[in-house]
């Protein structure tokens, strides 16, 4: 999170399951999921202590299951109050 100005904060997950999730599978499912992503905070925009958050990520999950391997964008905005 950044309290002033614009960051960037790149996500990197590991996720093994213990069971095969789809029956196609020869082994446990395994995803790796890239996501990057920047926010740009616009404080007290409103008001005193009352910012503006503007956030984009695009996630990337590689999955050794091809029917879950997806891309994503997220797009968010957020008023938050601070006291």
């Given at each position: 999170?950044?309290?002033?100005?614009?960051?960037?904060?790149?996500?990197?997950?590991?996720?093994?399951?213990?069971?095969?999730?789809?029956?196609?599978?020869?082994?446990?499912?395994h995803d790796f999921l890239v996501i990057p992503g920047a926010?740009?905070?616009?404080?007290?925009?409103?008001?005193?202590?009352?910012?503006?958050?503007?956030?984009?990520?695009?996630?990337?999950?590689?999955?050794?299951?091809?029917?879950?391997?997806?891309?994503?964008?997220?797009?968010?905005?957020?008023?938050?109050?601070?006291?």
């Amino acid at each position: 999170m950044c309290s002033n100005g614009f960051s960037s904060a790149p996500t990197l997950i590991d996720r093994a399951y213990r069971s095969n999730i789809v029956g196609s599978l020869t082994e446990r499912r395994h995803d790796f999921l890239v996501i990057p992503g920047a926010a740009v905070v616009f404080p007290n925009l409103f008001a005193y202590h009352r910012d503006l958050r503007i956030e984009y990520k695009f996630q990337h999950d590689s999955s050794n299951d091809p029917t879950e391997r997806f891309n994503d964008h997220i797009v968010a905005a957020t008023v938050a109050a601070r006291f």
